[in-house]
């Protein structure tokens, strides 16, 4: 229901297989604390899977921080 309501894919994460995310790009405690998890890299940009879509302050966390290993 959300997804439709916000227009954002849904993602099934027990329909993943977990060693193709790229789980080392991002530290577990930021997984924990974000309660998200990233789900691809293509180029610069890191796709992330997150609890609560309508809080932008995560998705603005991974943005301006570069949380992101390179």
Do not use: W
């Not at 998200?36 to 609560?52: A, D, M, Q, Y």
Request: net charge positive; hydrophobic share 40%; with cysteine.
């Amino acid at each position: 229901m959300i997804s439709e309501e916000y227009g954002i894919p849904l993602c099934d994460l027990s329909k993943m297989v977990q060693e193709q995310l790229p789980a080392d790009l991002v530290t577990p405690a930021l997984i924990r604390k974000h309660r998200s998890i990233p789900l691809r890299r293509r180029g610069n940009r890191l796709f992330i899977g997150v609890s609560v879509p309508t809080n932008t302050a995560i998705t603005d966390y991974f943005y301006f921080t570069n949380a992101v290993a390179t």
